[in-house]
Nanobody
Framework: QVQLVESGGGLVQSGGSLRLACSRRTDNLYSMGWYRQAPGKQRELVAGITTYSGINYADSVKGRFTISREKVNNTVYLQMNSLKPEDTAVYFC?????????WGQGTQVTVSS
């Protein structure tokens, strides 16, 4: 079982930025995605990046978030700019578009207005 470790969350003011990182212990390259779950809501896809670097974003984050990856160290990043209070959620990473690994603990992102 692959262990997913998300990091980089925190408390920021509206308009601020954060950079999330997802590391995992596997030598294989997978299409990866960032997902988020706000209180009382279902988990949703935020951004996905394929093994060929094809990228997909949720409409709500287009133009503000950027997903990227470093193949050497198997790390996937999510650069989040112009954060809004509605971006407040726990952010998770997993394979994309189908999640095949157990979810990690995620990293909390809180955006204050």
């Amino acid at each position: 079982q692959v262990q997913l470790v998300e990091s980089g969350g925190g408390l920021v003011q509206s308009g601020g930025s954060l950079r999330l990182a997802c590391s995992r212990r596997t030598d294989n390259l997978y299409s990866m995605g960032w997902y988020r779950q706000a209180p009382g809501k279902q988990r949703e896809l935020v951004a996905g990046i394929t093994t060929y670097s094809g990228i997909n974003y949720a409409d709500s984050v287009k133009g503000r978030f950027t997903i990227s990856r470093e193949k050497v160290n198997n790390t996937v990043y999510l650069q989040m700019n112009s954060l809004k209070p509605e971006d407040t959620a726990v952010y998770f990473c997993n394979t994309y578009p189908t999640q095949i690994w157990a979810w990690g603990q995620g990293t909390q992102v809180t955006v204050s207005s």
